[in-house]
Structure formats: C-alpha cells, structure tokens
C-alpha cells in the first residue's frame, strides 16, 4: 500500500470476539470509512453477485485521489 492509503481492518473470531486495527484514534476518519464500507456492501447487495468475497476498491475525494 501507498503513503496515502489508509487500512481499517475488522476482524470477528469464531467466538465472537471483534478486533480493529487502523487509525482508530481518528474517530472521524474511521467512522467515515465505515459509512462508505456499508454504501458499498448496499450497493454489492444490490447486485445480487453470487460469488464469496468481492474486493472493490474507491476514491475519495480530497484523500490523495481524483474524482
């Protein structure tokens, strides 16, 4: 990953058990991405894919991208 990439990782362990890792101190950042991560599973939902895992990939404006 590039210097302007940014990882939230969530993990759920068998039992039950959530653990994050990112910039969880930057509440606005990570809540920003979970919001655009819930966008994009709405929009995958949508589309009804029948396959597993789909990586899916953005840009955010004013974050390093274009749009």
Same mark, same amino acid.
């Given at each position: 990953?590039?210097?302007?990439?940014?990882?939230?990782?969530?993990?759920?362990?068998?039992?039950?058990?959530?653990?994050?890792?990112?910039?969880?101190?930057?509440?606005?950042?990570?809540?920003?991405?979970l919001?655009?991560?819930?966008?994009?599973? +709405?929009?995958?939902?949508?589309? +009804?894919?029948e396959?597993?895992?789909?990586?899916?990939q953005?840009?955010?404006p004013?974050?390093?991208?274009?749009?």
């Open positions: 990953m590039g210097n302007n990439t940014t990882k939230l990782t969530i993990i759920m362990s068998p039992n039950g058990t959530v653990s994050v890792t990112g910039p969880i101190d930057n509440g606005i950042l990570c809540f920003g991405l919001e655009v991560a819930k966008d994009v599973i +709405k929009e995958h939902i949508g589309k +009804k894919v396959s597993g895992i789909v990586p899916v953005i840009v955010l004013g974050n390093g991208g274009r749009r």
